[in-house]
């Protein structure tokens, strides 16, 4: 991320800080190098306002040990820090990053840019670059993401009913399981 020098923490944070457990541990020792809290993006570090929602922005970054850490250990990081976290995932020369929002971690390979004039929108820019969330849609961010939560819910439920009909051998309840499909199917076009 190309974020000004003023925004420069550098500092390492001991791994022990992030675990409670032997299965934790054993999770971070494994997989995670290093982890150091690259930036701070708050309006002492920038020329920002200071939102109402979200007080600073730290960039943390995490040097993997693999390619793909376990989905457990960002969860664990942001817990146990108590500000809005963008993570940034180094392995070798590969690079993504990575914002948690509404307990979902979004993974991006493109650097997110800084934009906005106060935490709380840069942090919603963020947000929106690494979910992929189109920029010309100007819904609030809580909207988008909980039509796109219930999108992939109708899409799973989806596909189960289809397997199940498949398995069903009685043509009437087969018939009964096609119309909820063709009802759930309504529904995900209704979402879209």
């Known amino acids: 991320m190309e974020l000004p020098k003023s925004t420069v923490f550098g500092r390492i944070i001991p ?16 997989q995670v190098e290093r982890i150091r809290w690259a930036n701070k993006i708050a309006p002492d570090t920038l020329n920002i306002g200071k939102g109402a929602t979200v007080a600073e922005i730290e960039v943390i970054e995490v040097a993997q040990n693999i390619d793909i850490i376990d989905k457990r250990i960002l969860p664990l990081i942001a817990k146990a820090i108590p500000y809005h976290i963008v993570f940034t995932l180094v392995c070798g020369e590969r690079t993504q990053y990575a914002v948690s929002y509404s307990d979902k971690i979004y993974v991006s390979e493109t650097a997110p840019k800084l934009l906005g004039n106060d935490t709380d929108s840069v942090w919603e820019n963020f947000v929106r670059q690494v979910a992929g969330i189109d ?24 596909a189960a009913l289809a397997n199940k009909i498949q398995r069903e051998k009685q043509l009437n309840r087969q018939l009964e399981l096609n119309a909820e499909l063709k009802k759930l199917k309504g529904e995900l076009e209704n979402v879209k």
């Open 135 to 158: 920029e010309a849609d100007t819904r609030p961010l809580a909207e988008i993401i909980a039509k796109d939560e219930q999108r992939a819910k109708l899409e799973r439920e989806i």
């Open 15 to 30: 791994k022990e800080r992030f675990y409670k457990n032997a299965a934790e541990r054993d999770l971070f020792t494994k």
